[in-house]
């Protein structure tokens, strides 16, 4: 027979044992539910970085084309006159889109009665007044209308592009016309000489910054003008039309003022395209 303390010490043993065994169990399971678990956030890791690097790559082509339309346009600042500034002389046919095209090589056409005078804009210089002539040609707003300027001393340009000198003869008010707002200029040959060689066209403002509308002056003869004023672009063709009327002088109506005067050919606008 077993004694009572063997029995006791059999019994420990055993609870012992089933002790052991139940937490090497649950250390199993333990591991098992680690390893389970390890591996799902492996997969969470690899799911969560497919997804960002496919959100990225949405991204990044999505900004691609955001990137490649605004390299291709710019957001002109137009200002539009207060009625309080606008006169008689100014024709209003709205205000250009905002945005406008930097892109591309055009033509600008000038039917006169004398003939076509063409010329090449570049719209990467010129974005916001090649923007503004589509409008206004559009608008017909050049149509029958005179250059009313020609200086044939020191700056050697003719003048166009006033939407009021229209019908025959000549008005005091010559020269003050234009659309219903204005812009920046641009493209400025501060680093050209002479500035304005001829063949070359350009913008008339009032001397002030951002003051330039719908008037353009044609340059016959390289002019020192300061680099104030927008190079629209470059004549191609017509510039013996221009040189014709240069020969023919002017009446020296702006003598005392600007210079020059109203020329003595007379030239109408019957139209002028963009293309």
């Known amino acids: ?20 065994a139940e937490r090497a169990a649950r250390a199993r399971k333990r591991r098992q539910t680690q390893a389970v678990v390890g591996g799902g956030v492996v997969l969470l890791l690899v799911v969560a970085g497919t997804v960002w690097l496919a959100s990225s790559l949405i991204g990044d082509d999505s ?11 710019v957001q002109c600042d137009w200002v539009e006159l207060p009625n309080g500034e606008r006169s008689p002389t100014t024709k ?3 205000m250009p889109p905002v945005e406008q095209s930097k892109v591309g090589i055009q033509t600008m056409t000038i039917t006169t009665n004398l003939g076509p ?19 206004l040609a559009e608008q017909n707003f050049f149509d029958n209308t005179k250059c009313h300027r020609l200086v044939t001393e020191g700056i050697k340009v003719l003048q166009c592009g006033d939407p009021s000198a229209t019908g025959k003869g ?35 403002n009032s001397g002030q910054p951002a003051s330039s509308g719908s008037q353009f002056f044609i340059v016959y003869g390289d002019s020192p003008l300061d680099p104030n004023y927008t190079v629209l672009g470059t004549i ?39 293309s």
């Not at 900004?63 to 346009?73: L, P, W, Y």
């Not at 659309?179 to 066209?201: C, F, H, Q």
């Open 63 to 73: 900004g691609t084309d955001t990137t490649a339309q605004s390299a291709d346009t």
């Open 1 to 20: 027979m077993t004694s009572t303390r063997e029995r006791q010490r059999a019994a420990a043993r055993a609870r012992l044992e089933k002790e052991m």
């Open 170 to 204: 000549w008005r005091d008010s010559d020269g003050t016309g234009g659309p219903s707002y204005r812009m920046a200029e641009e493209n400025l040959p501060t680093d050209k000489r002479p500035p304005y060689p001829a063949g070359v066209i350009a913008m008339a």
């Open 117 to 135: 005078i063409t010329a090449r804009i570049d719209r990467s210089a010129v974005p916001c007044t090649s923007g503004s002539f589509i409008h």
């Open 92 to 94: 209003d046919v709205g």
């Open 236 to 274: 191609t063709d017509g510039m013996d039309i221009v040189e014709d009327v240069a020969k023919a002088g002017d009446d020296g109506a702006f003598a005392q003022q600007a210079g020059g005067g109203h020329p003595k050919k007379e030239v109408v606008i019957t139209d002028l395209t963009m």
